[in-house]
C-alpha cells in the first residue's frame, strides 16, 4: 500500500511513473515527484503535522507558499523544516514536530 | 561565497523574470535568486515541468502564458539562484541567502524586488485547525503535482482567484462541496463606480464571469452574502458554520479553503527601511515608488504585486518598466531612450490595470477580517487573540511593535507575517484612527529563520577569499 491517505482532504494523487517513494511518520507513501514535504504529509493524510509550543495545540500546513511557518517538521532528523519549502527526495524522512524544536 | 552583478533580482514570478529579460537585454549582468526551485512564481508555479507532463493546457491559457516568460528568462543569460532563500537585503545591495546548507552573498549595484503577493490572512474562529487551508495553497498542490480536494471540502471568502479555482476543480473533472462567498457588494455596484475600467478591463470580466457559469453549471452549491464562517472540530476541521443574515447553518465539512484577496508581500521592503503607505483601496501596505518602481531607498528599487496588487500581466510590466529604470540610473541607456521605451510598456500596463479598481470596490475585504472579534486569534504562532491585543491599546499601547512586547503577538516564526495586518486593522479601530498612522511591526533580521550552521558556512567562504 504505497499510498495511505486515511483522512486526507485531498484526493489520491494520479500514479505516474516517476512517483518518489518517502516515509511519512515510518510509513511509506508514494508522492508525485517535485511534491513538497508538507505536500507529502498532506497525501499521507496525517490528521495534523505538529503541536504548537505556544499553546500545545494541533496545526497542518496552511499557506503553501512559505508565509506561514505552519508546516515545520522533522525532515531527515532535522528539526523545524519548512514543509512545503522543501521538495522530496527519495528516502526522505518526515515526521511530525511535537511542541519546540528538539536542540 | 561572494558574487557580483549590475542587478539581483529577488523572486522568479512575471515581474522578476521579465525585468531580468529586459535588463539583460541592455547587457547588465543580472543574477535572478528566487526561493522555488523553478522559474515561474507562485503564477506559473513549475509551468515548464506541468508542460512537459501534458498538464498545462488543462490548467488554462493564462497559465502556459508563463511558459513564454520562462523560456525568454532560460535564454536571457541571467544566472539563476533557484532554490535560495533570502534572509537578508541590505540598502548597499548585498543580498544573503542561503540554499538550506550554505550562505551566500551576492552584491548588486542595484536590486529590484520582486517577491509578488501573499494571500490575506483570514482570521476566523477555527482558522487554526488543521484542514484549514487557503485557496492558494491548494491550487499550488493542483498546479505543481496535480492533487486535487475531496468533494467534502468547502470553500469559503471572495475574489477572482477563489472563483477561478472552483472552475479549475471543476474543469478538471473534480467537485467541492461548495462556496461560502463573503462578497459584500455586487459586480451591478461595482460596475456602477468603475464602469469604465470594467468595461475597457471587459476581458478579465468575461473571464471572471466564465468562471462563474462553470461553477453554476457544474451545479456546486454558492451561498452568497455570507457574513461570517467558523471552522468547528475538536483536533481537526469536521465542520463548517456559516451565517447569512441572522440566519446560521452547519455542514460536514473534510476540508476548508479561505481566501480573501491577496496583498503586496511587504517584508522584505519594510526591513529594508523603504517607505510605505497605506492603500485605502486595496486595504493593505504597499511600498512608495516612482514611475519606475524605484523607492526611496537608493538601490532600491520594487517591480509586481510586491508593490500593489496588479496581477500578473500588471507584473510583467512593471518587471520591464524596473529594468528600464535601472538601466537608466546605472548609464546603459539614456533617459531618452527609457522614456521612449517606456511607452508602450505603459499602454498595456494600462490595458490591464483598468480592471483593478473594479475588482478593489467589488472584493474589498470585510472590516472583521482587519479587526476581527475579541475571541479570534490573530497570530497563530503564539496564540494571541484580537482581544488580548484590544487589552493592551486599553493599557496604553499605541503600535504594533508596544503590542508585540505586551502580548508576544508576531513573535513566532512567522515574524507577524499572518498577524500583521489584523494587529494594524485591529489597533486601528480600536484607537478610532486609520492603519497608515498605526504603522506596522518593525521587521527584524533575518528575514527567514536561519541554522547557525548556515551562517557560519558564510564566514567560511568570506575568509577563503
Given at each position: 500500500?504505497?499510498?495511505?491517505?486515511?483522512?486526507?482532504?485531498?484526493q489520491?494523487?494520479?500514479?505516474?511513473s516517476?512517483?518518489?517513494?518517502?516515509?511519512?511518520?515510518?510509513?511509506?507513501v508514494?508522492?508525485?515527484?517535485?511534491?513538497?514535504?508538507?505536500?507529502?504529509?498532506?497525501?499521507?493524510?496525517l490528521?495534523?503535522?505538529?503541536?504548537?509550543p505556544?499553546?500545545?495545540?494541533?496545526?497542518?500546513?496552511?499557506?503553501?507558499?512559505?508565509?506561514?511557518?505552519?508546516?515545520?517538521?522533522?525532515?531527515?532528523?532535522?528539526?523545524?523544516?519548512?514543509?512545503?519549502?522543501?521538495?522530496?527526495?527519495?528516502?526522505m524522512?518526515?515526521?511530525?514536530q511535537e511542541?519546540?524544536?528538539?536542540? | 561565497?561572494?558574487?557580483?552583478?549590475?542587478?539581483?533580482?529577488?523572486?522568479?514570478?512575471?515581474?522578476?523574470?521579465?525585468?531580468?529579460?529586459?535588463a539583460c537585454?541592455?547587457?547588465?549582468?543580472?543574477?535572478?535568486?528566487?526561493?522555488?526551485p523553478?522559474?515561474?512564481?507562485?503564477i506559473?508555479r513549475?509551468?515548464?515541468?506541468?508542460?512537459?507532463?501534458?498538464?498545462?493546457?488543462g490548467?488554462?491559457?493564462?497559465?502556459?502564458?508563463?511558459?513564454?516568460?520562462?523560456?525568454?528568462?532560460?535564454?536571457c543569460?541571467?544566472?539563476?539562484?533557484?532554490?535560495?532563500?533570502?534572509?537578508?537585503?541590505?540598502?548597499?545591495?548585498?543580498?544573503?541567502?542561503?540554499?538550506?546548507?550554505?550562505?551566500?552573498?551576492?552584491?548588486?549595484?542595484?536590486?529590484?524586488?520582486?517577491?509578488?503577493a501573499?494571500?490575506?490572512?483570514v482570521?476566523?474562529?477555527?482558522?487554526?485547525?488543521?484542514?484549514?487551508?487557503?485557496?492558494?495553497?491548494?491550487?499550488?498542490?493542483?498546479?505543481?503535482?496535480?492533487?486535487?480536494?475531496?468533494?467534502?471540502?468547502w470553500?469559503?471568502g471572495?475574489?477572482?482567484?477563489l472563483?477561478?479555482?472552483?472552475?479549475?476543480?471543476?474543469?478538471?473533472?473534480?467537485?467541492?462541496?461548495?462556496?461560502?462567498?463573503?462578497?459584500?457588494?455586487?459586480?451591478?455596484?461595482?460596475?456602477?463606480?468603475?464602469?469604465?475600467?470594467?468595461?475597457?478591463?471587459?476581458?478579465?470580466?468575461?473571464?471572471?464571469?466564465?468562471?462563474?457559469?462553470?461553477?453554476?453549471?457544474?451545479?456546486?452549491?454558492?451561498v452568497?452574502?455570507?457574513?461570517?464562517?467558523?471552522?468547528?472540530?475538536?483536533?481537526?476541521?469536521?465542520?463548517?458554520?456559516?451565517?447569512?443574515?441572522?440566519?446560521?447553518?452547519?455542514?460536514?465539512?473534510?476540508?476548508?479553503?479561505?481566501?480573501?484577496?491577496?496583498?503586496?508581500?511587504?517584508?522584505?521592503?519594510?526591513?529594508?527601511?523603504?517607505?510605505?503607505?497605506?492603500?485605502?483601496h486595496?486595504?493593505?501596505?504597499r511600498?512608495?515608488?516612482?514611475?519606475?518602481?524605484?523607492?526611496?531607498?537608493?538601490?532600491?528599487?520594487v517591480?509586481?504585486?510586491?508593490?500593489?496588487?496588479?496581477?500578473?500581466?500588471?507584473?510583467?510590466?512593471?518587471?520591464?518598466?524596473?529594468?528600464?529604470?535601472?538601466?537608466?540610473?546605472?548609464?546603459?541607456?539614456?533617459?531618452?531612450?527609457?522614456?521612449?521605451?517606456?511607452?508602450?510598456?505603459?499602454?498595456?500596463?494600462?490595458t490591464?490595470?483598468?480592471?483593478?479598481?473594479?475588482?478593489?470596490?467589488?472584493?474589498?475585504?470585510?472590516?472583521?477580517?482587519?479587526?476581527?472579534?475579541?475571541?479570534?486569534?490573530v497570530c497563530r504562532?503564539?496564540?494571541?487573540?484580537?482581544?488580548?491585543?484590544?487589552?493592551?491599546?486599553?493599557?496604553?499601547?499605541?503600535?504594533?511593535?508596544?503590542?508585540?512586547?505586551?502580548?508576544?503577538?508576531?513573535?513566532?516564526?512567522?515574524?507577524?507575517?499572518?498577524?500583521?495586518?489584523?494587529?494594524?486593522?485591529?489597533?486601528?479601530?480600536?484607537?478610532?484612527?486609520?492603519?497608515?498612522?498605526?504603522g506596522?511591526f518593525?521587521?527584524?533580521?533575518?528575514?527567514?529563520p536561519?541554522?547557525?550552521?548556515?551562517?557560519?558556512?558564510?564566514?567560511?567562504g568570506?575568509?577563503?577569499?
Amino acid at each position: 500500500m504505497p499510498f495511505i491517505q486515511d483522512g486526507s482532504m485531498f484526493q489520491k494523487p494520479p500514479e505516474r511513473s516517476d512517483a518518489i517513494l518517502v516515509e511519512v511518520e515510518g510509513r511509506s507513501v508514494l508522492v508525485p515527484r517535485g511534491a513538497s514535504a508538507a505536500a507529502a504529509a498532506l497525501i499521507a493524510g496525517l490528521p495534523s503535522t505538529r503541536t504548537s509550543p505556544a499553546t500545545g495545540e494541533a496545526r497542518a500546513p496552511y499557506c503553501m507558499m512559505g508565509v506561514c511557518f505552519e508546516c515545520l517538521l522533522i525532515i531527515d532528523d532535522e528539526s523545524s523544516q519548512q514543509g512545503c519549502m522543501i521538495t522530496v527526495r527519495p528516502g526522505m524522512r518526515i515526521r511530525r514536530q511535537e511542541g519546540a524544536r528538539e536542540l | 561565497m561572494s558574487d557580483s552583478f549590475d542587478l539581483v533580482v529577488i523572486g522568479g514570478g512575471p515581474a522578476g523574470l521579465a525585468a531580468a529579460v529586459q535588463a539583460c537585454e541592455f547587457g547588465l549582468s543580472v543574477a535572478l535568486v528566487d526561493e522555488q526551485p523553478e522559474p515561474g512564481g507562485q503564477i506559473y508555479r513549475v509551468v515548464e515541468r506541468a508542460e512537459a507532463e501534458g498538464r498545462a493546457r488543462g490548467l488554462g491559457d493564462d497559465y502556459r502564458r508563463g511558459l513564454d516568460l520562462v523560456n525568454a528568462f532560460r535564454a536571457c543569460g541571467a544566472t539563476h539562484f533557484a532554490s535560495h532563500q533570502v534572509w537578508q537585503v541590505e540598502s548597499d545591495g548585498r543580498v544573503f541567502t542561503s540554499d538550506g546548507t550554505t550562505s551566500r552573498q551576492i552584491d548588486g549595484k542595484r536590486v529590484l524586488v520582486a517577491v509578488g503577493a501573499m494571500e490575506r490572512p483570514v482570521p476566523v474562529r477555527g482558522w487554526t485547525l488543521p484542514g484549514v487551508m487557503t485557496v492558494g495553497a491548494a491550487q499550488i498542490l493542483h498546479k505543481s503535482i496535480d492533487l486535487l480536494p475531496e468533494p467534502e471540502v468547502w470553500i469559503a471568502g471572495s475574489g477572482p482567484l477563489l472563483l477561478h479555482f472552483a472552475a479549475e476543480v471543476v474543469e478538471a473533472g473534480a467537485r467541492i462541496a461548495g462556496i461560502l462567498d463573503t462578497t459584500r457588494s455586487s459586480i451591478s455596484r461595482a460596475f456602477m463606480a468603475h464602469g469604465t475600467g470594467a468595461l475597457r478591463g471587459w476581458r478579465y470580466l468575461a473571464k471572471g464571469l466564465g468562471y462563474l457559469r462553470k461553477i453554476r453549471m457544474a451545479n456546486i452549491r454558492r451561498v452568497t452574502g455570507v457574513e461570517a464562517v467558523e471552522a468547528k472540530g475538536d483536533s481537526q476541521i469536521d465542520r463548517v458554520r456559516w451565517r447569512v443574515g441572522s440566519h446560521w447553518e452547519e455542514a460536514p465539512a473534510k476540508g476548508l479553503l479561505l481566501h480573501e484577496g491577496i496583498i503586496p508581500n511587504t517584508h522584505m521592503t519594510m526591513s529594508l527601511g523603504c517607505a510605505h503607505v497605506w492603500d485605502a483601496h486595496q486595504q493593505c501596505f504597499r511600498p512608495l515608488t516612482d514611475a519606475y518602481g524605484a523607492t526611496d531607498v537608493g538601490m532600491i528599487a520594487v517591480a509586481g504585486d510586491c508593490g500593489g496588487i496588479g496581477g500578473a500581466r500588471v507584473a510583467e510590466c512593471r518587471g520591464r518598466l524596473a529594468a528600464l529604470g535601472i538601466a537608466a540610473a546605472l548609464g546603459c541607456i539614456t533617459d531618452e531612450e527609457r522614456d521612449h521605451r517606456s511607452e508602450p510598456v505603459r499602454r498595456e500596463f494600462d490595458t490591464h490595470d483598468a480592471i483593478r479598481n473594479f475588482l478593489d470596490a467589488l472584493y474589498a475585504p470585510a472590516p472583521e477580517l482587519l479587526a476581527p472579534p475579541d475571541d479570534v486569534v490573530v497570530c497563530r504562532c503564539e496564540g494571541v487573540t484580537a482581544g488580548r491585543i484590544r487589552e493592551a491599546v486599553a493599557l496604553g499601547c499605541r503600535g504594533p511593535n508596544q503590542v508585540k512586547s505586551f502580548t508576544r503577538c508576531g513573535m513566532g516564526p512567522c515574524q507577524g507575517r499572518m498577524c500583521g495586518p489584523a494587529v494594524t486593522g485591529t489597533i486601528a479601530a480600536a484607537l478610532d484612527t486609520l492603519p497608515g498612522t498605526v504603522g506596522s511591526f518593525r521587521v527584524r533580521p533575518p528575514l527567514k529563520p536561519l541554522r547557525l550552521g548556515e551562517l557560519a558556512a558564510l564566514g567560511d567562504g568570506e575568509s577563503a577569499e
